[in-house]
């Protein structure tokens, strides 16, 4: 059975920085594609970020580049989202995705992704 479990959303300032990770278990994160997407409130689920399973790509959408940083522990099987620099455009409900696929760069598409958390709350004031 998969499961990603997100943590560490929470209440931020705008400027503040967070970091949420997905504890995965059912899925090895070093064989898939990893990706974080968020859902604003009123809005469709959106692309986020996604690692590559070889870890040598990584996608960003152009609202979340040069501030978000995603990354992974292989030994731990934890795919993590470095969040800087938020700003109250960030609030959404963050998911932890993995791709369908092994061994296979499927993209960043979400259609691509099968296997999803149950996201973790961020919200930034101003």
């Known amino acids: 059975q998969v499961q990603l479990v997100e943590s560490g959303g929470g209440l931020v300032q705008a400027g503040d920085s967070l970091r949420l990770s997905c504890a995965a278990s059912?899925?090895?994160?070093?064989?898939?594609?990893m990706g974080w997407f968020r859902q604003a409130p009123g809005k469709a689920r959106d692309f986020g970020v996604v690692?590559?399973?070889?870890?040598?790509?990584?996608y960003y959408a152009d609202s979340v580049k040069g501030r978000f940083t995603i990354s992974r522990d292989n030994a731990k099987n934890t795919v993590y989202l470095q969040m800087n620099s938020l700003n109250p455009d960030d609030t959404a409900v963050y998911y932890c995705?993995?791709?369908?696929?092994?061994?296979?760069?499927?993209?960043?598409?979400?259609?691509?992704?099968?296997?999803w958390g149950q996201g973790t709350q961020v919200t930034v004031s101003s």
């Open positions: 690692l590559t399973w070889s870890g040598g790509t990584t």
């Open positions: 059912g899925v090895t994160v070093s064989k898939r594609n």
């Open positions: 995705a993995a791709a369908r696929d092994l061994y296979v760069n499927v993209g960043s598409a979400p259609s691509a992704f099968g296997y």
